[in-house]
């Protein structure tokens, strides 16, 4: 396991480890309509770019592939966190959020926010983070529910 930096370069393989991730969601949790609009924000949302290409982010790789993804943007907040699908539940993610986290208090942060999904919200909330309110949104005309959640990580 390889952990570092996202540079520009990763932009295209990073597209593909959302878009694994997404597609493959139960369909118990997320309709195949809510994972074809979500998933679609990779190619075609300008924010997710800017998560990427301004934001501060790591990667996990296997064997030179990568296989999760984290970013910070704007600076206190997560943007994007994500992992293939054969890859969730080995710890991937936790590893993820704990470099983020330690990063951001390296940077003097005080908290840091995210908006987490259905699926994610469980890790975070494993991770000492604190549901703020449940909310809604609209993806491509489709209705979602996440977390909004927040985290204190100012140690003193």
């Not at 295209?12 to 609009?37: G, N």
């Not at 949302?45 to 030179?64: C, E, V």
């Not at 908006?115 to 494993?126: D, R």
């Not at 529910?145 to 204190?152: A, H, L, P, S, V």
Request: proline share 1%; aromatic share 14%.
């Amino acid at each position: 396991m390889n952990l570092r930096q996202i540079t520009i370069k990763d932009q295209l393989e990073l597209k593909k480890v959302y878009f694994d991730s997404i597609q493959s969601l139960d369909e118990k949790i997320y309709s195949k309509e809510q994972k074809r609009a979500w998933s679609s924000q990779a190619w075609n949302n300008p924010n997710f770019d800017k998560s990427l290409i301004k934001g501060k982010g790591w990667l996990i790789s296997k064997q030179g592939i990568i296989i999760a993804f984290a970013t910070r943007y704007p600076t206190d907040r997560i943007a994007l966190f994500y992992c293939k699908a054969k890859f969730q539940r080995k710890g991937y993610g936790s590893k993820l959020l704990n470099k983020l986290e330690d990063e951001a208090n390296k940077e003097g942060l005080e908290y840091l926010y995210t908006e987490a999904s259905l699926i994610s919200y469980e890790l975070f909330l494993k991770n000492e983070w604190k549901i703020i309110r449940k909310e809604k949104v609209i993806i491509n005309n489709i209705f979602f529910e996440r977390y909004k959640m927040t985290k204190i990580i100012k140690i003193n």
